[in-house]
C-alpha cells in the first residue's frame, strides 16, 4: 500500500500500523519505506511470537471379573476406538502424540487402564477377545467423560462381566422327499431368555463337515444345508445358543 501526501512536510513523520494474520504459518515480516525528494529511509521489522497452551486429559480403568464369583480375570484383550465423522468408530489416538492405543490385555488383578484421553471426545472399548473358558465378547461399551463421571466410573473401576462357558454343537438338518438335489440356506441367531438377539457373540466356528461360519453381533453368515444332510456348527458357548 502507497500513502502521497500532497501538503508541505515541515516535521518529523511517524507511520503507525498493524497487521492481523489469520492462519500464518511461516515467517512473517513486513517492511515500511518513506520517500521525500531525493531521501529516502526503509525499515523493516521482524518479530518472534510465542504462546502457551495447557491440554486437559483424563484417564479411565476397567475391571475384568467372573461374572458369578467376582473373581479377577486376566488375559481379556480390549481396543479403545473413538467416534469420528458421521459417527464412524476408529482406533482411538493418545492426545500427546497422536499415536493410536494399542489394544490392551487385562494384568492379574483383571485391570485395564487408559491414560491421555480427551475431555469432549466419546469412546467406546471393545473386547477383542475373552479369557480362555469364558463366554464370548461383550458389546462394544460407549462412555465419554461425562457419562463416566455420573456413573462413577472415576472412583471406582468399572467391573466387565464374563461367565465361564463349556462349548456345544449344534447341528442343522433338512429333511426333504422331492427336493433332494435342493440345498437351503440357514441363519442362526443367538437369543436370551427373551428371545431378544444377544449380540455378544462374535467371532468364527468351524463346521464339522468342513469350512467355517461367522457369527457378527449374535447373527451367523448363511449356512447351506444340502436336502437330507447336516451341518454341525462346533463349539458354540452353550449359554448363547
Do not use: C
Request: zero cysteines; proline letters at 4%; charged letters at 25%.
Amino acid at each position: 500500500m502507497t500513502i502521497k501526501l500532497t501538503t508541505r512536510v515541515d516535521r518529523p513523520l511517524v507511520i503507525r500500523y498493524k497487521s492481523i494474520m489469520l492462519e500464518q504459518y511461516a515467517a512473517y515480516s513486513n517492511t515500511a519505506k518513506i520517500s521525500a525528494g531525493s531521501h529516502s529511509s526503509e525499515y523493516t521489522g521482524h518479530h518472534t511470537l510465542e504462546g502457551s497452551a495447557f491440554m486437559n486429559s483424563w484417564g479411565l480403568r476397567f475391571r475384568k471379573v467372573d461374572g458369578d464369583t467376582g473373581k479377577a480375570l486376566s488375559g481379556a484383550t480390549f481396543q479403545l476406538q473413538q467416534k469420528v465423522g458421521h459417527g464412524d468408530w476408529e482406533t482411538a489416538k493418545r492426545m500427546d502424540n497422536d499415536q493410536p492405543y494399542e489394544p490392551v490385555v487385562s494384568n492379574s488383578e483383571g485391570y485395564i487402564e487408559y491414560y491421555l484421553m480427551g475431555t469432549r471426545a466419546k469412546y467406546r472399548i471393545v473386547e477383542i477377545s475373552p479369557p480362555a473358558n469364558y463366554s464370548g465378547q461383550m458389546g462394544p461399551l460407549e462412555f465419554d467423560k461425562k457419562s463416566a463421571e455420573e456413573a462413577g466410573w472415576h472412583k471406582e473401576a468399572h467391573e466387565i462381566k464374563n461367565y465361564t462357558t463349556q462349548p456345544g454343537n449344534l447341528t442343522i438338518s433338512k429333511a426333504s422327499e422331492n427336493l433332494k438335489e435342493n440345498s437351503f440356506n440357514f441363519e442362526v441367531r443367538a437369543v436370551d431368555e427373551d428371545g431378544n438377539v444377544n449380540t455378544q457373540l462374535q467371532g468364527t466356528y468351524k463346521l464339522q463337515e468342513g469350512g467355517e461360519v461367522t457369527f457378527h453381533n449374535g447373527v451367523s453368515e448363511e449356512i447351506s444345508v444340502p436336502a437330507n444332510k447336516e451341518r454341525t456348527i462346533l463349539g458354540l458357548p452353550t449359554e448363547k445358543n
